[in-house]
């Protein structure tokens, strides 16, 4: 049984109008037997083709033509799903680029019997639009209603960023070890070569979407099967799926094409592997072309649910140690991520060690937590002066704070003042020297900070900073200059000076109109950052007025460069 709809995303408008977002498209499936494996779970890959299909059809409302999936982001599962169960997805637009869109996918578990409700996985997908002619389309923006589609708007542009330099986080990665850690070969190792899997299927009409292509979640179901054979020949049992790193999706496949499937174990984590899968197409006697990769990675579980020790992996000579290596540089790499990215905010230290392999998690979360609270509409007004605005936030027993001012200043200009920290000492009296002690990219830098004491029996305070910046993506979008502590080996804490912490702070740029621009500024108050701010937030002194005043003269003193 099976129902879909696109009424989700409920809320009243001020005037009492019932706001439907238009691209939000829901699916609801009843697990049978026919959807399970062997432990009467739905199977994974049937789980995969609910998911992109529903976001193909999210996807298609939005372009208003046809559109075929490009990609489809890690995916963790967090439960599994019996039979007797339902399976509720939700898809939605998130952002439209130029011809690509992300899709934001969330998958739900109801017992029908509890009427109890939990979340199994969740996901973004980009899909690419496909005109009449097989021409690239011109995507009209997402129209945002509420305060998660905006914050899921702004967010979309740095996911996409982490997409198109994935490949190079792995090469510069490994490039940046001087020794690779070496191949294991203890006794009792299993040889790769028997976890190998290669299986071909033939594309048939029920294989294919309404394009004649073969359906993208088709192609990831006979995908995970052929991984899933591939894991449990390491370990002569059955294993569970936990993670799917990226699917790349390379290139259509059609009706009549022999789709051949291969996959390999590539290393073994104690409790967990990888397995490398790839799909090639071919018709006829022409040559193979690669359409699709993942990797993904399994676990096997005993009779009280944990997970069990797995046996080492002897790699092949060549690639399979290239493989080998590749999979241990992939595990760092997820471990980053989930730490640094798939924790809350409030999970996360506030000062994460920095280091060339998790730069870019670093940056995504330190752009992404200023963009999280410029999004939040709860700001309250605490005194205004001369259009300087200082607005407070207290939520979680965390206070935020927003200064607010417009400068007749282009915004282009004052995002570059503003996000060279090296010159923030000549307007901001809270910065009394500040060092450029790493360019790390175009966008990124690590800062040494020494603020003056609050008082006399104080010591002076330093932070090290990771300033983040970032040029609108789309018209409309603003500048961004995001800045959180980072521990670095090189710059440890010394008796000279106390060590303060900043979670989140940092500039959103805004064109007003031509030469006018808005300026605020945010932070997420700190231990370290609290005792400056308090008497402002009392009204018992007005530093940030005079700050923002100076801040404003230093702007216009540099309008021209």
């Not at 094409?257 to 990888?274: G, Q, Y």
């Not at 999970?347 to 999004?375: F, H, I, R």
Request: charged share 20%.
């Amino acid at each position: 049984m099976t129902s879909a709809d696109s009424q989700g995303g409920l809320f009243i408008s001020g005037g009492g109008e019932t706001y439907r977002n238009p691209t939000e498209v829901k699916m609801s499936q009843i697990v049978l037997p026919c959807h399970a494996n062997h432990c009467g779970e739905l199977s994974a890959g049937q789980l995969l083709k609910w998911m992109d299909s529903t976001a193909c059809l999210s996807a298609e409302r939005h372009a208003g033509c046809s559109c075929v999936t490009a990609s489809v982001d890690d995916i963790y599962f967090e439960h599994t799903i019996g039979v007797g169960q339902v399976v509720n997805i939700k898809a939605k637009v998130n952002r439209a680029f130029n011809s690509s869109m992300e899709v934001g996918i969330v998958v739900t578990c109801e017992d029908l019997y509890s009427d109890l409700q939990w979340k199994v996985c969740q996901a973004y997908a980009t899909f690419v639009a496909r005109g009449s002619d097989m021409g690239k389309v011109q995507l009209k923006p997402v129209s945002l209603q509420t305060q998660e589609e905006q914050l899921e708007h702004s967010i979309a542009s740095e996911r996409r960023r982490m997409r198109l330099i994935h490949a190079e986080i792995m090469t510069d990665l490994l490039s940046s070890w001087q020794t690779v850690e070496a191949c294991q070969e203890p006794e009792n190792a299993v040889a790769a070569e028997r976890t190998r899997v290669e299986s071909v299927e033939l594309v048939l009409p029920p294989h294919a979407n309404h394009q004649v292509n073969t359906f993208g979640g088709q192609i990831m179901a006979w995908m995970v099967n052929v991984a899933t054979i591939a894991a449990s020949r390491l370990c002569n049992a059955h294993p569970t799926l936990r993670a799917i790193d990226m699917f790349h999706f390379r290139g259509p496949s059609q009706v009549g094409d022999r789709v051949v499937l291969k996959a390999i174990v590539n290393n073994t984590f104690k409790n967990s592997m990888e397995v490398g899968v790839c799909a090639e197409a071919y018709c006829g006697n022409e040559p193979l072309r690669h359409i699709n990769s993942a990797i993904m990675m399994f676990e096997v579980l005993d009779k009280e649910k944990k997970p069990r020790k797995l046996p080492h992996i002897q790699p092949e000579p060549v690639d399979g140690k290239r493989r080998y290596q590749e999979a241990i540089a992939r595990k760092k790499i997820r471990l980053d991520r989930r730490y640094i990215i798939s924790c809350r905010q409030t999970e996360v230290p506030l000062s994460v060690p920095w280091d060339p392999s998790n730069q870019v998690y670093l940056s995504y979360n330190n752009v992404s937590a200023l963009k999280m609270l410029t999004a939040r509409n709860n700001w309250v007004l605490n005194t205004e002066k001369d259009q300087v605005n200082l607005y407070t936030l207290e939520e979680n027993q965390v206070l935020c704070f927003r200064v607010e001012t417009t400068v007749d200043v282009p915004a282009g200009r004052v995002f570059l003042l503003l996000s060279d920290l090296s010159r923030r000492p000549d307007w901001d009296s809270h910065y009394k020297h500040c060092e450029l002690i790493n360019q790390v990219d175009e966008d990124d830098g690590i800062y040494h900070v020494i603020t003056p004491s609050v008082n006399r029996s104080n010591k002076v305070q330093d932070f090290i900073l990771l300033a983040s910046r970032r040029r609108p993506c789309d018209p409309g979008d603003p500048y961004v200059v995001a800045l959180r502590s980072v521990t670095l080996p090189t710059h440890p804490p010394t008796e000279d000076y106390t060590r303060g912490e900043v979670f989140c702070a940092g500039f959103s740029i805004w064109e007003e109109s031509v030469g006018n621009t808005k300026v605020s500024y945010y932070n997420q108050a700190s231990a370290g950052v609290l005792p400056y701010i308090s008497t402002d937030i009392a009204g018992l002194s007005s530093t940030f007025y005079r700050t923002f005043c100076s801040c404003k003269k230093f702007l216009k003193d540099n309008k021209d460069g």
